[in-house]
């Protein structure tokens, strides 16, 4: 009995193991994976600028000419969940560098096509690459800061250099063509890819975990597929409408193979998109956010393009000049503004601020008129989106890897950028169709009924950000404990 009452030793706790110390280089490898980001988008809006001399020399048709951006936007979105897994198998570091290898060479044969069809396989390949270095890009920064407030940092500025790249290429694509010819819209990513590689030898070794098993295969299919065709549908709404049995079958057959799609990964020994990243509510909340953001930004790119040199009359690389206000307020916002707002008020007040706010933004556009003046009136809209898009973005995409295990964090950045691809295409595909058909049935000059058309247009990205903050505030709600629990556990306090 005396042996039974003696006091039992409380179990041994093991030590908690020391979180792994930052490297010394990890700002370096952020100089260059951000320089990668910039890259990849910078080469979705370059070409623009460049399409009517392009289109001459090539000899292409009207109705081919989308082809130039529909290529490669339909193989970088199409390819991401599979270039997410190949990431989280092979290595991010060996993939990242691998997609820089094929970027350059893929750019170099675009930038020398001799014929239309070659630059659309050119341009299709580019895509494809650009899959492996977005999905690579994102998972190395959120594994390479092990700090939370590193992270926090180090995403804003990756973020936002992103975000740049899809303004600056209008700049850019504006010299290349004006000084040297549109070919060097294309050929100048090989050095900037070159020094990209160059600056990957002296990055971190990514010591993450990698993924057992092999790749789910028929996943890989019914989901690249599903959102290949997806992106092609909507793409090809801006040239037949989305009343055409081609879009409404496109859009309907790549709708069949996501669901599909999600079916399979329910039951697959290792899924290609393990269905605990989409289950949680939260991480809802972040692909809704990021959609929508993405659509509206891609809208304010179309409707800022036209409305500079079609209405206000404004040459190509003066309006590329007009789009540098959304890069530098995006890149102060996110991270001046954004990292110390962050960590105080979360990611749920952030992207619902910044939906809203962005969507002021958008208001904003649509009281213009013929003669308002680019100081007085587009700059403080321009000024109002990019406020809350750096905001945003900076809580998306931290939230869209923050509490995913490392082994899959190449997955759950190819997810987001997935999202905001196909809400990108749709939304500038939703965005060309109503501008074109309300201009086309609007009595007046072509530059009044241009900008009528616009100014209806934009309501519709403006509409779903204000949706998008509804259901972001709501999703991203934290879970309450039952009221028994919480009385149990105020009876059970100190």
Do not use: K
């Amino acid at each position: 009995m005396a042996e039974s009452a003696r006091p039992t030793s409380p179990p041994r706790i093991p030590a908690q193991q020391p979180s792994p110390l930052p490297h010394p280089r990890r700002w370096w490898a952020l100089c260059v994976l951000g320089l990668a980001q910039l890259m990849i988008l910078l080469d979705s809006t370059i070409v623009s600028v460049a399409m009517p001399s392009l289109q001459a020399e090539l000899r292409m048709a009207d109705g081919d000419r989308p082809w130039v951006v529909t290529s490669y936007t339909v193989a970088f979105g199409g390819l991401l969940l599979l270039a997410g897994r190949i990431a989280d198998h092979a290595g991010r570091t060996r993939v990242f560098v691998s997609g820089l290898v094929g970027f350059a060479v893929a750019s170099a044969a675009a930038g020398a096509s001799p014929t239309a069809q070659a630059l659309f396989a050119a341009r299709a390949v580019q895509g494809a690459f650009a899959a492996l270095l977005a999905a690579s890009a994102l998972a190395l920064v959120a594994t390479s800061f092990p700090d939370p407030g590193e992270r926090r940092r180090a995403i804003a500025v990756f973020g936002a250099l992103g975000g740049a790249g899809a303004s600056l290429g209008v700049v850019l694509g504006g010299l290349l063509t004006q000084g040297f010819g549109w070919r060097w819209c294309l050929l100048v990513n090989v050095p900037i890819a070159l020094v990209a590689l160059l600056g990957a030898a002296w990055m971190p070794r990514d010591r993450s975990p990698r993924v057992d098993g092999r790749i789910d295969v028929s996943g890989a299919v019914l989901g690249c597929g599903g959102l290949t065709v997806l992106v092609y549908g909507c793409s090809r709404a801006e040239a037949d409408g989305w009343a055409a049995p081609s879009v409404l079958g496109a859009l309907l057959g790549g709708a069949a193979l996501l669901v599909a799609f999600g079916v399979r990964q329910t039951r697959a020994a290792v899924p290609l998109l393990p269905p605990t990243l989409v289950r949680d509510r939260g991480r809802v909340a972040v692909l809704l956010a990021g959609g929508a953001l993405m659509m509206s930004q891609l809208s304010v790119s179309l409707f800022l393009t036209y409305y500079l040199q079609t209405v206000l009359g404004w040459s190509a690389l003066a309006a590329g000049l007009g789009f540098l206000p959304i890069s530098v307020v995006t890149t102060a916002t996110a991270t001046q503004l954004g990292t110390r707002l962050l960590p105080r008020f979360g990611p749920r007040v952030m992207m619902t601020a910044g939906l809203c706010i962005s969507a002021c933004g958008l208001f904003q556009l649509t009281l213009l008129g013929p003669d308002s003046a680019y100081p007085t009136s587009v700059l403080p809209a321009l000024a109002t989106f990019s406020v809350g898009l750096g905001g945003s973005f900076l809580a998306i995409m931290n939230a869209a890897t923050s509490g995913v295990p490392a082994q899959d964090a190449g997955i759950a950045s190819a997810v987001v950028n997935s999202v905001q691809q196909v809400g990108g295409s749709i939304g500038s595909a939703v965005f060309n169709t109503v501008a074109a058909s309300v201009a086309a049935a609007f009595h007046g000059s072509t530059r009044a009924a241009t900008l009528h058309g616009f100014t209806v247009a934009v309501r519709y990205p403006l509409g779903v950000l204000l949706l998008a903050a509804v259901a972001t505030a709501t999703l991203a709600r934290p879970q309450r404990r039952a009221p028994d629990a919480v009385r149990a556990g105020e009876r059970m306090g100190p």
